[in-house]
């Protein structure tokens, strides 16, 4: 596989509104156990999905994912301070998703992507009511439920993100798609 084989993958993304599409490797991507106090300390949705903490990988484990690969695309998108912003978070994921459906289609059988926040395929997660997912093919943890350091990881890609004061500021969201 080379580099230009994930290029169309990269301008897809772009053309249905990632603001970067990045080739990486996956060497690049960070793992520490602090990233998940963050969300358990500090996310009032912690333990609440199938696809936040404690139900998803902890640093280590993710680390090993992530060794067993060899290319990886980290997205970026834009998202500012505007109604409906959740609408246009799941449109982007659920793009992301399917590209993942294409790029497996492709023969890249090990395709996964890792989304980016709390899952937002369903306004309330089954897992509350006791039942299972109700989108189980569909449903991605985040790179930071999994103890990925996403600030470190993109700064480390040469890609912009800083920390936000206030919820008027545009929001610069990472998915990492990993391809093999």
Known sequence: MTDADLEK???????KGATHAKQIHPSSVVTAHWVRLKC????PLYGLGYCCPP????????????DSYHRAILFHIEVPHMPK?????RKFFEMLVDLEGEIFKDGFYKAFVYLAGPCRFCKQCAKLEDKACTFPARARPCMESCGMDVYQTVRNNGLFIKTLRNREETNNEYCLMMID
């Not at 912003?85 to 978070?89: L, P």
């Open 9 to 15: 993958y990269c301008t897809y993304a772009l053309e």
């Open 85 to 89: 912003k959740e609408k246009h978070y």
């Open 40 to 43: 358990q300390f500090g996310c």
């Open 55 to 66: 139900e998803t990988p902890g640093a280590e484990e993710t680390r090993a994912i992530l």
